[in-house]
């Protein structure tokens, strides 16, 4: 018994501090990811989500060169850039948009570029863009857990404020606009919302695994409900199960071949959501599930618009 | 006088061999983008136009730790990204499986560069770019798989645009849609092979979407966008090389900051002449009211 319990958790995986932290740290973007994914899945702003995550590392190269808090350089430069790209896109289709995304994220990449040049050359830090890229949840300064939580919670308020009016014009912009609901203004604060929790995510897990956990469970999750706030606390379930199987799985990978290196965390969560994505896409299709599967995209609209309509006249 | 043109154009420019190779290789890569580009914006692709490159990244990670040729790591990495995307897309959207496919990819390169335990500089340097260098047997490669790349394109231009501007009509005349874009993904995935080891994947990326995006708002005649595509990513190419060559700061920013500023111009542009058109009518509009 003690046996197989050494196997599944190597010794040491409950009192090591840097795991509880991993563990707790991971929880909370897992969360915070998971719910405001829900959102970039339906509006298909994946990419938008993608980018503040570069956006954000620029401006940690930026913060890194001048020596301030990195945590500002994250959260300034994916609101600016997300900014430009919100306006720049606003009023084309949804190709038009990843397109303008495109450009504005290919010009922050450039700066990010010369920044990172700069980095290398002049502080002779080697492992700045391997730390800005990947980041490790193993890794980060335990200063960082109050101000990652506090984070946190402010997006998920500042998300529930926003919810109902988010709803609607992410559904039907022109209905949204007729009810009177500031569709511009709510697509600002959304993107706000977004780059306040990838920039918290990035700063501890890396700017990989932010976009993993911000599309992953989300997209899992909106594959498996209809209702949007149910989707919400499925895709936070998910994600919380993959980082925690992700950092039990790399702290074992210590006894794997080559012994003593370890493999990283961020290589299991992919491969988790991934995985769970599949399995949500092509689990076991039984005769009914097909029926109901062809109508849920249909469906989740009429039942998001039902949700509302009940709201609003209660 | 002579002291500016010494200042610009600095000396051996022209005549260094290795430059001499990269304004080849440079030159050929623009035009490649140039072309797969108009498509990319066409299509609305910007997010795969992005995550090929640096998906791809991790198969060179990986080839590395192998002790293989990194061009094929990447090529493989890239190509298998592009039809594992086009398999799991739904009904034309892809943005969602575009950010796992990308994600694992790189959640991947992270093991590979973590087995390796190399800190490898020629890695990072597929990352940003690095245009000087390039030897010439890579030049007749990239040459020979990039016209194979565009002729592929030529073959698919009808079905392609078809299917792009009007997915059902497409379907209606009996073009596979699902294959023709399935074929366009591994396109950019090849082309994406190509270019990447020599200018690395964020110059890739820029010289994909911003001259075909300002293109796209000069002109609307297909063939005259994809003229324009190129020919900005042509001038944009040169005269980062030229200023990189003087400055000694990297290429990719030059690259990304010209391509923008080309965007912005022609977008600027259009707005302003739209304005124009529309105090035009107004005022037509306006003496009609009066006569």
Same mark, same amino acid.
């Not at chain 1, 402010?154 to 919810?163: A, D, P, V």
């Not at chain 2, 994406?192 to 979407?209: D, E, N």
């Not at chain 2, 595509?229 to 060559?245: D, E, M, Q, R």
């Given at each position: 018994m003690k046996k197989l319990l050494h196997v599944l958790f190597a010794p040491g995986f409950f009192t090591n501090a840097s795991v509880g932290h991993a563990v707790l740290v991971g929880a909370v973007v897992a969360i915070i990811s998971g719910v405001v994914g829900v959102f970039v899945v339906i509006r298909g702003q994946s990419y938008l989500g993608h980018a503040l995550g570069d956006f954000g590392a620029t401006g940690a190269s930026a913060t890194f060169l001048f020596g301030l808090a990195t945590l500002w350089g994250f959260l300034g430069a994916g609101v600016i850039s997300g900014a430009g790209s919100d306006v720049l896109g606003h009023g084309h289709r949804r190709r038009g948009r990843d397109v303008t995304t495109g450009v504005i994220h290919a010009l922050v990449m450039g700066i990010g570029a010369l920044l990172l040049y700069f980095d290398t050359t002049m502080t002779n830090v080697t492992g700045a863009p391997e730390t800005i890229l990947f980041g490790s949840i193993f890794v980060f300064d335990p200063s960082l857990v109050p101000v990652v939580v506090?984070?946190?919670?402010?997006?998920?308020?500042?998300?529930?404020?926003?919810?109902?009016?988010?709803?609607?014009?992410?559904?039907?912009?022109?209905?949204?606009?007729?009810?009177?609901?500031?569709?511009?203004?709510?697509?600002?604060?959304?993107?706000?919302c977004m780059a306040m929790a990838v920039a918290q995510s990035s700063l501890v897990i890396g700017a990989l695994l932010s976009t993993a956990l911000l599309i992953g469970p989300a997209a899992t999750a909106v594959r498996l409900t209809k209702r949007?706030?149910?989707?919400?606390?499925?895709?936070?379930?998910?994600?919380?199960?993959?980082?925690?199987?992700?950092?039990l799985l790399a702290y074992d990978s210590y006894d794997w071949p080559p012994v003593g290196r370890g493999w990283p965390v961020s290589f299991f969560v992919t491969s988790l959501i991934l995985l769970f994505y599949l399995v949500s896409r092509f689990r076991l299709r039984h005769p009914l599930t097909v029926a109901r599967e062809t109508q849920t995209e249909s469906r989740r609209k009429e039942a998001i618009r039902h949700e509302y309509s009940v709201e609003r006249h209660s | 006088m002579s002291t500016v043109w010494n200042a610009i154009l600095s000396p051996g420019m022209f005549s260094e061999s290795f430059m001499i190779n990269t304004w080849i290789s440079g030159t050929i890569v623009a035009v490649i983008s140039g072309i797969i580009g108009f498509f990319v914006v066409l299509r609305g692709s910007a997010f795969v136009a992005h995550a090929l490159p640096k998906g791809g990244f991790a198969g060179a990670a990986g080839a590395a730790l192998l002790g293989v040729n990194t061009v094929i790591g990447l090529a493989l990495f890239s190509v298998g990204g592009a039809l594992s995307i086009g398999w799991l897309s739904r009904r034309g959207r892809h943005d969602v499986v575009t950010a796992l496919i990308l994600t694992f990819l790189l959640g991947t390169g992270d093991l590979f560069l973590n087995l390796h335990d190399v800190y490898a500089p020629e890695i990072y340097s597929l990352l940003f770019g690095e245009v000087l260098g390039v030897s010439g047997v890579e030049i007749v490669d990239t040459a020979v798989l990039g016209i194979l790349c565009v002729a592929a394109l030529v073959i698919l231009y009808r079905p392609l645009m078809l299917a792009s501007v009007m997915s059902e009509g497409a379907e209606a005349r009996g073009i596979r849609v699902r294959q023709i874009e399935m074929c366009f993904?591994?396109? /950019? %995935?090849?082309?994406? !092979? @190509?270019? #990447?080891?020599? =200018?690395?994947?964020?110059?890739?990326? +820029?010289?994909?979407?911003?001259?075909?995006?300002?293109?796209?708002?000069?002109?609307?005649?297909?063939?005259?966008? /994809? %003229?324009?595509?190129? !020919? @900005?990513? #042509?001038?944009? =190419?040169?005269?980062?090389?030229?200023? +990189?060559?003087?400055?000694?700061?990297?290429?990719?920013?030059?690259?990304?900051?010209?391509?923008?500023?080309?965007?912005?111009?022609?977008?600027?542009?259009?707005?302003?002449r739209s304005r124009g058109r529309l105090s035009a009518r107004d005022r037509q509009k306006l003496s009609e009211q009066t006569s």
């Open positions: 506090v984070l946190g919670v402010l997006t998920l308020l500042f998300l529930l404020i926003l919810y109902r009016p988010l709803l609607l014009s992410s559904l039907d912009a022109d209905l949204a606009k007729a009810r009177g609901i500031p569709v511009r203004w709510v697509s600002f604060f959304f993107m706000c949007t706030s149910l989707a919400m606390v499925w895709s936070a379930t998910i994600g919380i199960a993959a980082t925690w199987l992700g950092i | 993904l591994v396109i /950019v %995935g090849l082309a994406t !092979a @190509i270019t #990447v080891p020599i =200018v690395g994947a964020l110059l890739t990326f +820029s010289l994909m979407i911003a001259p075909a995006a300002a293109a796209s708002y000069v002109t609307h005649h297909p063939m005259r966008a /994809v %003229g324009m595509s190129v !020919a @900005i990513a #042509v001038v944009t =190419v040169w005269i980062s090389i030229l200023v +990189s060559y003087d400055t000694g700061l990297p290429v990719g920013f030059f690259v990304a900051a010209i391509a923008t500023a080309a965007y912005g111009l022609a977008r600027g542009w259009r707005n302003l």
